[in-house]
């Protein structure tokens, strides 16, 4: 059985101090996990052979510019003790998009960032809206990655996970147990309705979780999208060239076979999202596609380490 190579993650997430009043109910149970930054942190990366992890902050909401930059400054510290072990997304105060789009080119500049990670949405507001646009204008010109994740549904959305069942129930309804994923899907959805990807065709968008539920539904959207208004690329040339998926979460080979069909083998990359899931069982997950024949041994590396030196421009070696 041949070693595994070079492994980056890029769905890895962390707390600030400076951030975690809404995480302590959320994450009380990991949080330990997600304040650490060495000891703890890089055992696990070695327990699942990650090479290098992409921090991003977990979902809270977005910061003031003025927290903002102090948070990614005590990353970025934080950082520098690792720094072959550790790289960045920057955290945006999306509140205020032309303060986001200077501190998404501080940190890449300044910082060495390798791009942003940002809630799916701002209180209920998505970035279809124009308002967000200066931020997506900065992450073309800069040449780095918007990173779409996940977040709790807004005020608004909120009673449609509410049901004939317990309140635990509706809170996992929202999240992982099927809004988060079928929220952001929607998104993308709405992005490219926008004709945000006209404006800005060499922008790049990452979503995890193989695609948001989009992969196994996409056959039957890019019909659908023909009546929508006119764009000069469809919907599955965006896909194709606009987004990059990572298979964060998930480790069963059965959607990332569907992953596979409908995108480009140089724009799947591998995740974990840690510490909601372990290296370990993205170790096994890893192991499990080598063994699986469903990608070439050229492919393989691609998805583990390649894709992703590639799109945030960093590199690493074989431990």
């Given at each position: 059985?041949?070693?595994?190579?070079?492994?980056?993650?890029?769905?890895?997430?962390?707390?600030?101090?400076?951030?975690?009043?809404?995480?302590?109910?959320?994450?009380?149970?990991?949080?330990?996990?997600?304040?650490?930054?060495?000891?703890?942190?890089?055992?696990?990366?070695?327990?699942?052979?990650?090479?290098?992890?992409?921090?991003?902050?977990?979902?809270?909401?977005?910061?003031?510019?003025?927290?903002?930059?102090?948070?990614?400054?005590?990353?970025?510290?934080?950082?520098?003790?690792?720094?072959?072990?550790?790289?960045?997304?920057?955290?945006?105060?999306?509140?205020?998009?032309?303060?986001?789009?200077?501190?998404?080119?501080?940190?890449?500049?300044?910082?060495?960032?390798?791009?942003?990670?940002?809630?799916?949405?701002?209180?209920?507001?998505?970035?279809?809206?124009?308002?967000?646009?200066?931020?997506?204008?900065?992450?073309?010109?800069?040449?780095?990655?918007?990173?779409?994740?996940?977040?709790?549904?807004?005020?608004?959305?909120?009673?449609?996970?509410?049901?004939?069942?317990?309140?635990?129930?509706?809170?996992s309804l929202?999240?992982?147990?099927?809004?988060?994923?079928?929220?952001?899907?929607?998104?993308?959805?709405?992005?490219?309705?926008?004709?945000?990807?006209?404006?800005?065709?060499?922008?790049?968008?990452?979503?995890?979780?193989?695609?948001?539920?989009?992969?196994?539904?996409?056959?039957?959207?890019?019909?659908?999208t023909q009546?929508?208004?006119?764009?000069?690329?469809?919907?599955?040339?965006?896909?194709?060239?606009?987004?990059?998926?990572?298979?964060?979460?998930?480790?069963?080979?059965?959607?990332?076979?569907?992953?596979?069909?409908?995108?480009?083998?140089?724009?799947?990359?591998?995740?974990?999202?840690?510490?909601?899931?372990?290296?370990?069982?993205?170790?096994?997950?890893?192991?499990?596609?080598?063994?699986?024949?469903?990608?070439?041994?050229?492919?393989?590396?691609a998805i583990?380490?390649?894709?992703?030196?590639?799109?945030?421009?960093?590199?690493?070696?074989?431990?």
């Amino acid at each position: 059985m041949s070693p595994l190579p070079p492994v980056i993650t890029l769905e890895e997430h962390y707390i600030s101090p400076q951030l975690n009043h809404n995480a302590v109910e959320r994450f009380a149970n990991i949080l330990p996990m997600l304040e650490n930054l060495e000891g703890r942190r890089l055992a696990d990366m070695d327990a699942g052979s990650v090479t290098l992890q992409v921090l991003s902050h977990a979902a809270v909401e977005a910061p003031s510019p003025e927290v903002a930059r102090s948070v990614n400054d005590e990353l970025y510290a934080a950082i520098q003790k690792h720094p072959k072990r550790l790289a960045a997304f920057a955290v945006l105060p999306m509140g205020d998009p032309h303060a986001a789009a200077e501190e998404l080119a501080r940190t890449t500049r300044d910082l060495h960032f390798v791009g942003a990670l940002v809630n799916n949405h701002l209180d209920g507001r998505y970035y279809d809206d124009p308002f967000f646009w200066p931020v997506f204008e900065r992450a073309q010109a800069l040449d780095v990655p918007i990173y779409i994740h996940p977040f709790f549904p807004a005020g608004n959305s909120k009673s449609q996970y509410q049901g004939n069942f317990s309140a635990n129930t509706s809170f996992s309804l929202g999240m992982a147990g099927w809004g988060w994923h079928a929220d952001t899907g929607l998104h993308v959805l709405r992005l490219y309705a926008s004709g945000l990807f006209e404006k800005y065709p060499r922008l790049k968008i990452v979503i995890g979780h193989d695609g948001e539920l989009l992969p196994f539904q996409l056959d039957r959207i890019v019909p659908m999208t023909q009546g929508w208004d006119q764009r000069q690329r469809g919907l599955r040339q965006v896909w194709r060239e606009n987004i990059w998926v990572t298979t964060s979460g998930m480790f069963s080979l059965a959607p990332f076979a569907c992953l596979l069909k409908v995108t480009p083998v140089e724009h799947v990359m591998f995740s974990v999202d840690y510490p909601f899931s372990t290296n370990e069982m993205g170790k096994k997950f890893l192991e499990e596609v080598r063994d699986s024949g469903l990608v070439t041994a050229e492919e393989f590396k691609a998805i583990a380490y390649q894709n992703a030196e590639r799109l945030l421009k960093v590199e690493v070696k074989a431990p």
